[in-house]
């Protein structure tokens, strides 16, 4: 079955090809036809690889400098990119690791002001003074109307 669909998709191979009638050695007439079957494989095989360059191939992305016109200035890469203005970045926010490094940083500032920290036994005996120290804006009296 595996002869048959190899040959409905390659053609049919003749074994007569001499038409000597068996004049040359079997052995010689095998290794022949075992080398056909070979270039015909191979020459499928490149075919193939090159449908599929073909088809994948990418366009150039820049315009060669080749083509050039008399008369004519060579396009700059700025042209090229037309990026137009950009708003100035931050350095911090070039580097991907430190950006999160520096908003994880933030965070844990902002999450002091809400939460406070657990303090261990041990310190409670003795007054340290405001740990984070006093703020003016915070008022934390009760109003006794």
């Not at 079955?1 to 010689?28: N, Q, T, V």
């Not at 902002?110 to 405001?130: H, M, Q, S």
């Amino acid at each position: 079955r595996g002869l048959e669909m190899m040959e409905a998709e390659m053609g049919k191979f003749d074994d007569a090809e001499d038409g000597d009638g068996g004049s040359i050695d079997p052995e010689m007439e095998k290794d022949e036809d075992d080398n056909d079957f070979y270039n015909i494989i191979a020459n499928k095989s490149r075919q193939q690889k090159k449908a599929r360059k073909e088809h994948y191939a990418v366009a150039p992305k820049f315009p060669s400098k080749e083509m050039v016109v008399d008369g004519e200035r060579a396009v700059s890469r700025a042209i090229i990119k037309n990026r137009g203005l950009v708003a100035h970045k931050n350095k911090l926010n070039r580097n991907p690791r430190v950006k999160k490094r520096e908003q994880y940083r933030k965070a844990l500032i902002r999450r002091k002001g809400a939460v406070r920290d657990i303090r261990d036994p041990r310190e409670g005996l003795v007054y340290g003074g405001e740990e984070t120290g006093i703020k003016s804006r915070v008022r934390k009296s009760r109003n006794l109307t």
